[in-house]
């Protein structure tokens, strides 16, 4: 019997216990709220006055083909013929820099867009090809490299042996 009294004694501390902690808990954390009121009552921390700003900005309707200076805005494609067709085909895949960097003859330009469709899923252009090439030809033709140009208005003297 007196071991039954002392379980009995020794669950009733214990969920005494639990429960002065879980009040202790309770009351520490309306105090800090209430503290944090007091400092500041329209919670004026969690707010913000700076303008919210999205990640994606889609520009206006009459802003996503702007020329400006001959220059396509939204891509930076010199403006000419051929240039829509070339950004409604290329850049869906592609970035235009990417597009405009690889400056390349027409017999290169043919065998690049051959591969793409082989093995990148590219889809058969059509009439747009030879539209396309145009454009990108016209406009991003391969540059020379190789040696500096020639130096000219130079005096040049000779070294004394």
Not at 66 to 76: D, L, P, Q, S
Not at 115 to 121: F, K, L, R, S, V
Request: proline share 4%; glycine share 4%; hydrophobic share 40%.
């Amino acid at each position: 019997m007196k071991n039954q009294n002392h379980n009995k004694l020794k669950r009733d501390f214990q969920e005494l216990y639990r429960k002065i902690i879980l009040a202790c808990a309770v009351i520490g954390i309306g105090a800090i709220i209430l503290v944090y009121l007091i400092i500041d009552p329209s919670f004026s921390t969690f707010k913000t006055d700076a303008p919210q700003t999205e990640l994606v900005t889609i520009p206006e309707e009459d802003d996503y083909d702007k020329i400006e200076n001959g220059i396509h805005v939204r891509t930076g494609f010199i403006d000419a013929p051929g240039m829509m067709v070339t950004v409604q085909n290329c850049t869906n895949c592609h970035s235009a820099k990417l597009v405009m960097q690889n400056r390349m003859n027409e017999e290169r330009w043919k065998s690049t867009i051959k591969w793409m469709q082989e093995t990148q899923n590219l889809w058969d252009l059509g009439e747009n090809e030879a539209v396309i090439i145009n454009y990108l030809v016209t406009n991003y033709p391969p540059k020379k490299l190789g040696r500096r140009a020639v130096l000219t208005d130079i005096e040049w003297y000779q070294f004394e042996e």
